[in-house]
């Protein structure tokens, strides 16, 4: 692990995003509260806490962090039949929440994925990103809409 003992403590926030693309008679059963397995964006919510919660268990070489907050929101998008996830995790300490917020995202998507793949095994979890994170030496950084994959410090 880096050694981040040396490093003073300060707020630090991450966005992430993702979605899951499925069948539109998937996203209805999700809408309507009629998935075989109960209220899916619910327990998606409470997965992706704990996805966050629990990241340092499952990335190697992660630091341990106290989160202070972890929101999770879903977007059902009809056009493009999917649901878009976004997750913003904070902290104060000595490194960054980005691990957290993206762990989150994919808990969530897995979760809608295992809550109806008996409805839609062709899901696919797709576009899971950082969106944003302030804090720390690095400073503040914002995904463009423009940016791909590139880095830009704000």
Not at 31 to 47: F, H, P, Q
Not at 65 to 94: M, N, Y
């Amino acid at each position: 692990m880096v050694d981040v003992s040396g490093k003073l403590p300060t707020t630090r926030v991450a966005q992430a995003s993702g979605r899951i693309d499925m069948a539109p008679h998937t996203l209805a059963l999700i809408a309507e509260g009629r998935a075989g397995k109960g209220d899916v964006l619910g327990v998606a919510r409470i997965a992706a806490i704990q996805g966050a919660k629990r990241t340092a268990d499952l990335i190697p070489l992660c630091h341990p962090l106290p989160l202070a907050k972890v929101a999770v929101d879903f977007e059902l998008d009809a056009e493009q039949p999917g649901v878009r996830c976004r997750v913003t995790a904070s902290t104060v300490g000595p490194t960054g929440v980005e691990m957290e917020a993206l762990t989150a995202v994919q808990v969530a998507l897995l979760t809608i994925y295992d809550m109806c793949k008996a409805a839609d095994r062709g899901m696919t979890i797709n576009e899971v990103r950082l969106d944003a994170k302030s804090g720390g030496r690095s400073g503040d950084w914002r995904r463009t809409a423009d940016q791909g994959s590139t880095s830009t410090q704000v």
